[in-house]
């Protein structure tokens, strides 16, 4: 399984957050309080994530992106926090990269990670 490149920088803050899928259903009734029960023990956590590169940076990632992890459909090993200190976690890609070029050497990439086992 790859790691993503320790030459990149970490997420920014700005951006930086996250929320499990939800874990019941949820009945309304016709008259008084609506019926909640749940359905799973344990959901995907999603952490929408972005970054900052240099262009040079940039190429190291999407070639990342392209070779080490087959255009963001494998898991990968990546530092993140998501509540409980940087620890490392398994993540996937769950939408397309969007890159915006911010600067003449600067791109700013987002995208949303699957977290495995978080």
């Known amino acids: 399984m790859a790691d993503f490149p320790a030459t990149l920088p970490a997420p920014l803050l700005s951006g930086y957050g996250g929320e499990a899928d ?17 359905r799973f023990t344990k959901t995907p956590y ?15 990632f999407r070639e990342f992106h ?5 255009l963001g459909t494998d898991w990968f090993n990546m530092e993140l926090d998501i509540g409980d200190g940087l620890a490392t976690y398994v993540v ?10 911010i600067s003449n050497n600067t791109w700013q990439v987002s995208t949303s990670l699957e977290v495995q086992n978080a």
């Open 22 to 38: 939800k874990a019941f259903i949820r009945t309304d009734m016709d008259a008084g309080p609506a019926r909640q029960r749940q």
């Open 92 to 101: 996937r890609f769950t939408k397309s990269c969007r890159d915006e070029k």
């Open 66 to 70: 392209k070779t080490d992890i087959n």
């Open 46 to 60: 999603h952490q929408d994530v972005s970054w900052r590169f240099k262009a040079t940076e940039m190429i190291v």
